[in-house]
């Protein structure tokens, strides 16, 4: 997530990018509003020759380094040529995916996607066959990732401890985080490395990033941004934690059992990959509970009552995550 300075519209930047897409302009307006701001602004436009809506990203250079996008972009394309169903990035009319834009506001990275099809995991009924799509989809993914030759682009899960580090100093994280933090880093240098188990994974293969299109069945992912080199448990895990949001009236062993079968249908997974899972879990608290610091790490004047109750869900959550490793 961003920090909160950066979680408001702005549609007069949005106007100002959008303007170097071939955009429908006569329905810019009316499309810009509907917006999301998490870990980047995104607003959705149409394109003036076939009306196919696209959805602008914007991230402040702040916040992310261009070579980032950069990467992801060339992560995406590279999986699109192997006939995996990734977003589409649109290019600018100068033919470019990306590039960075200075302005009044600051400078800010710019990409654009094209909308794909079906309706996010989490805005469906979910089944169980369903979510053992969701399971082969992720085991298809990181079937081709075990391939993929530019590996050396993305992050590794090395310079994201890092950065936990430097955060929990930076915002001075509690002696419980700071001792988790350092059992965790002693555990994971444990970890294989072998080409099975260590790879390019998504990061954030949850329900809101995987699209369902209940007509054929199909499957669409989006947002590689967040993609690292790490364990690729890390992904399994991260989706089976986020199933109760896929499912209702199913039981979770059983809606785990049939996610874990799709995927086992694609890609192995090893006893290693297994065993390491609740260490995973371990990683991702630690690493939401120091963007959690960051996000909160600045105030904002004038403070709307949306952003006052978001404040206080944040810090709610960063007071369960801090508890959570205490429990240990």
Known sequence: MLKLKYLFENFELARKCVELYDCDTDSVDEMLRYLRISSNAIYPFRMKK?????????????????????AEICLIRWL???GFPAM?????????????????????NVSCFEKVAGKSLEDTNGTLQS???????????????????????????????NEIEERMQKYGASEIVRKEFGDVCKELEQLPLSASDYGVVHYDFEPDNVFYDERDGSFSVIDFDDAICCWYALDVVRALDALDEVVEDVDIEEATRC???????????????????????????????????????????????WMSNLIQKLTFKLRRLEEAMGER
């Open 50 to 70: 076939d009306n196919r809506i696209c959805f602008l990203r914007l991230s402040p250079v702040e916040e992310k380094k261009l070579s980032d996008v950069e």
């Open 80 to 82: 699109i040529e192997r």
């Open 88 to 108: 589409h990035p649109v290019p600018m009319k100068d033919g470019r995916l990306f590039g960075q834009i200075n302005t009044e506001w600051g400078a800010y």
């Open 131 to 161: 979510v053992k799509g969701y399971g082969k989809t992720l085991g298809e993914l990181h079937g081709l990732l075990k391939e993929y030759p530019y590996s050396e682009q993305r992050r590794s899960h090395k310079v994201l401890l």
């Open 259 to 305: 996610f874990l079968g799709g995927y086992c249908s694609v890609t192995a997974i090893t006893e290693e990959q297994l065993q390491s899972m609740t260490l995973m879990r371990r990683f991702v608290r630690l690493q939401e509970y120091t963007t959690l610091l960051h996000v909160l790490s600045e105030d904002v004047e004038d403070m709307p009552d």
